[in-house]
């Protein structure tokens, strides 16, 4: 038989009914089944797998090896038996909960082949309401590696592999983590990869939900595993980096994913003894490696949670995460996922930023830096309102006004302005006047900008933050607005408004006395 492309490794317990889709799957790839060999391993699974395996074998015996073996109580040992077996030049590992796209293995290897890379992230889509990767299927990506790229941002091993990259440097997944053992193998071959191929443009690897809860990541509790993961990989990066920005990416995603995923566990731990210790290793694993440039592109919230682990607060961190679980019902929201951004119920503006009020800003007893709670990097000014409610009204008064309206969503009180902007690049900017006041803690009412049309030129108008540089969101609807007429001391002035680029702009002038005949103005 001839060298396969791909070994196509399927660790499997308990896995019926999803395993025959994801066998099917394999089997049905448009590169071949001459290309392809399939070994999967019944890791002494108690329901119908071990048969429907057999079966599969039996009607393709050229494609289908399946080995039986006792229960190992994890997929690592199972994989690691199925990549001691293959030939491939290739070798994918996939769940038998999941499955493929009919033609990801031909455009996985094809775009191996064709750029020399080593790994090929194939696209995910999350099935069942699972949430997959997406950070970096942005866009293909033929030839990159994990330093200028999100590659690193996806450590599952469902990728293409080439075998001789893996047994180069004798990579396997350990068989004595519980959770987080493909990021031992997938990690280091990433770093390790000549070059890492992204394929953006096609559904490669279908990640699914089990109805039964039975996936592993779910079935895995408790916090000393998700500490675990992190006191393995930071040092493993550690020591394949060297010191710098291209290790401090690397640290980012374990302190964005590892770190926080491990602390949320802590506060679900009933003996504080017990949570006591493994917040010891946390700090131990943060503050032996110097992560401190790791954190400048996370969010705020993460950033702090990893200043109080460095320091070693205990109490404190589980203070934060009492205020992540409790603060975002303020604003009618939800705790944020682990490492995501949050929006706190309070902020402040100060020398143009923006400032979270989470716990312990400016508390002088810990003194922990304001560069810690700067979000200004993670909202925008439609963070405050809605920009889609941005109108622009007449107002016919004494001098001419023109009104913007909008509506404020439920988010932390901050003051917002109206920002006129002419031709000629003259800027004004005019106070928003809230229509229902709104309290400390955040509330969604309307909000109006008042802007005396007495100055000539063409205007567009926009909305931002008072007292920051952020850009501002365009006023891009004007609905049914006539001309506005007036008279401004014994002037005859008027305002007219022009879109442009599907954006309206106000003309304001005076009338000139040739135009009013001629337009037959009446004033």
Known sequence: MATPDVSVIIGAYNAMPYLTRSVQSVLDQTIGSDRIELIAVNDGSTDDTGDELDRFAKAHPSTVRVIHQENSGGPAKPRNVGLSLATGRYVFFLDADDYLGPEALDRMVTMADENNTDVVLGK?????????????????????????????????????????????????????????????LVGPAMIHAAGISILSSYDCVYWVTRDDGGNTTVVTGGAAPRVIILSRMLPLAGELVKEGSRRDHLFARHIQFELTRALGWLLREPNEGVSRALFDELHAV????????????????????????????????????????????????????????????????????????????????????????????????????????????????????????????????????????????????????????PGREGTSSSFVGRFPLSRSGVWSFSIRIAGTGMKSVPVKRAPGSEPLKWWHYGVPRYAVIQHRNGKPRVRVDRVRPLQGVRRRLSL
């Open 286 to 437: 943060i503050s032996q490696w110097d992560t401190a440039g790791a954190v400048c592109s996370l969010s705020a919230i993460v950033r702090l949670q990893h200043h109080l682990v460095r320091e070693g607060r205990f109490e404190e961190s589980l203070a934060v995460l009492r205020y992540m679980e409790e603060d975002p019902g303020k604003l009618g929201g939800k705790r944020p996922g682990s490492g995501m951004k949050m929006l706190p119920s309070e902020v402040s503006v100060r020398q143009g930023k923006i400032f979270a009020h989470y716990p312990f800003f400016r508390d002088a007893s810990l003194g922990i830096p304001d560069d810690v709670y700067d979000i200004t990097r993670e909202v925008t000014a439609g963070t405050w309102f809605d920009a889609e409610s941005l109108t622009i009204e007449w107002c016919l008064d004494e001098r001419g006004t023109l009104l913007v309206r909008g509506k404020r969503k439920k988010a932390p009180y901050v003051d917002l302005e109206l920002v006129a902007e002419s031709d000629d690049g003259v800027e004004i900017a005019v106070p928003i006047e809230d229509v229902a006041t």
């Open 124 to 184: 995910m889509v999350g099935v069942g309401g699972r949430g997959a990767p997406k950070s970096m299927f942005r866009q293909d990506q033929p030839k990159t590696d994990v330093f200028s790229s999100r590659a690193y941002w996806t450590l599952n091993p469902m990728k293409l592999f080439r075998r001789e990259l893996i047994e180069q440097h004798n990579l396997r997944f350990p068989t004595d983590m519980k959770t987080g053992e493909d990021q031992l």
